[in-house]
């Protein structure tokens, strides 16, 4: 059997299989139909230093081979998450990531200190949400506003930090390599893609929010070429998702350089999903003769 062990960052995942901030909330829902110890690791909702109700409904919409969302990093707050959630999840033998997100890089820092004492396995600094005004994309499509929050956080925290990219960008490359130099120690990408969906008949935007982000089967070509372009511009290891919904997806991903692989959307439809794709996966490499180590950002070019 294929070994599916992955080291990231200094973190010893299990497999390489996760799931993506924001389509597990903090995993209740899915503990009910298999045990949470078979994911590599979760990565949590998106948290905010105080409750945010999120953006006004409607909030989702179908799109062909994928969804918008408008959620809007609805979510309890750090403080409650810590309380009430964490304990739940430390009951799971996988990596618990949690996801962060603030108004300032210092208040990135400060839920960075608190969660790491908490003992979380890794911070994901998210810099790439569509759906928020303050923090959130503003700082992920620049060079300065990435590696500032980056910088911060790695300072303030005792685990190792992931800073996710957005996709709504001209030059994922010079961004990644802004987060390695001010200390990211992984990157992870993508995160959605800013989109509209318009009532043609009446010319109103489906989304309250009139945008959100793009998910799903229809981004991941987008996120595979992101994934490949990141990875080959820094050292430290990347997590790709967008789009992954079978092991053959996995495995793009792999070949283009991710160490660990996310499931997001495909989850919704499925949630038995990261579980089949991991199964899937062992499969795909064992019939194939192919290892984690061996694909690994080893797509032969033309
Ligand atoms: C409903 C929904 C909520 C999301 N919430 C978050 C979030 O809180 N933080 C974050 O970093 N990404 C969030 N994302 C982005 C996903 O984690 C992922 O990066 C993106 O959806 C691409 O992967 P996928 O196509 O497999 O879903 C959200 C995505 C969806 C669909």
Redesign the pocket.
């Known amino acids: 059997m294929a070994d599916m062990r992955v080291s990231f960052a200094g973190v010893d995942f299990k497999n390489p299989v996760t799931v993506?901030?924001?389509?597990f909330a903090f995993g209740r829902e899915y503990a009910e139909y298999y045990d949470l110890s078979r994911l590599g690791g979760i990565c949590v909702?998106?948290l905010t230093p105080l409750p945010r109700g999120g953006n006004p409904s409607p909030r989702i919409a179908e799109t062909p081979m994928g969804?918008l969302?408008s959620?809007g990093?609805q979510n309890p707050g750090v403080d409650a998450f810590i309380r009430d959630e964490l304990p739940f999840l430390r009951g799971f033998d996988t990596k618990i990531i949690a996801?962060i997100s603030a108004p300032t890089p210092e208040d990135y820092a400060l839920m960075a200190a608190k969660l790491s004492d908490a003992g979380v396995d890794m911070i994901e600094i998210?810099v790439?949400?569509p759906n928020v005004r303050a923090g959130g994309m503003a700082f992920g499509v620049t060079c300065e506003g990435a590696a500032s929050v980056t910088a911060a956080v790695k300072k303030a925290s005792s685990v190792p930090v992931m800073t996710?990219l957005s996709p709504n960008v001209t030059d994922i490359a010079e961004i990644a390599r802004a987060c390695e130099d001010a200390g990211a120690d992984a990157l992870s990408l993508?995160?959605?893609l800013l989109g509209m969906k318009i009532d043609p008949a009446t010319g109103v935007p489906i989304l309250a929010n009139n945008t959100g982000?793009l998910?799903?089967p229809a981004?991941l070509p987008v996120a595979v070429r992101m994934v490949w372009q990141a990875a080959s511009a820094v050292k430290i290891p990347v997590m790709g998702?967008?789009?992954?919904s079978r092991a053959e997806d996995a495995a793009e991903m792999i070949w283009a350089g991710a160490s660990l692989v996310s499931?997001?959307?495909?989850t919704l439809a499925d949630p038995y999903a990261p579980v089949k794709v991991l199964e899937g996966l062992e499969k795909f490499l064992d019939e194939h003769g192919l290892t984690l180590e061996g694909m690994k950002g080893r797509v032969k070019l033309h």
């Not at 993506?20 to 389509?23: I, P």
């Not at 998702?241 to 992954?244: A, C, E, I």
């Not at 499931?263 to 495909?266: D, N, Q, S």
Request: charged share 5%; glycine share 24%; with cysteine.
């Open positions: 993506a901030s924001g389509t909702k998106g969804m969302n959620v990093l996801n998210n790439s949400c996710k993508i995160n959605t982000g998910s799903g981004v998702m967008g789009g992954v499931v997001g959307t495909a």
